[in-house]
């Protein structure tokens, strides 16, 4: 079974970035317990004219564990509250899902430890 990567593509209004991170810095994501999920970062990408680009990257050790959470009360509380910040954003966000390639990975190996 290959590992999972969830993305949410978000377009911030420019001069929002503070707040747009501080909620995600703030949040309870109610992640942690769940079962498959590995990790998450929120990461910022290069600045436009009309907006700023971030994404939500998320990995799971399965897409179905990425679905399962979805259907979750976990998923549900965690995003409590999120429709009542629209003036953050230029649109909704773009979902993006991938299946990791199994074999074609590399990971750092510290040498001499």
Known sequence: M????AMNRFK????????????????????????????FNLIKGPEREDHVLYASHTL?????????????????????????RGHLYLGHPDFEGFTIVEGASVEY?????
Not at 14 to 24: A, Q, Y
Not at 109 to 113: L, N, Q
């Open 12 to 39: 911030i209004v420019p001069g929002m970035e503070s707040e747009f991170e501080g909620i995600w810095k703030s949040r309870n994501t109610y992640l942690e317990d769940v079962p498959g999920f590995i990790r």
């Open 60 to 84: 799971w050790a399965s897409e179905a564990d990425f679905e399962a959470w979805t259907k979750s009360d976990a998923f549900r509380k965690a995003h409590a509250g999120s429709g009542s």
């Open 109 to 113: 190996k510290p040498t001499g430890c």
């Open 2 to 5: 290959s590992q999972f990567i």
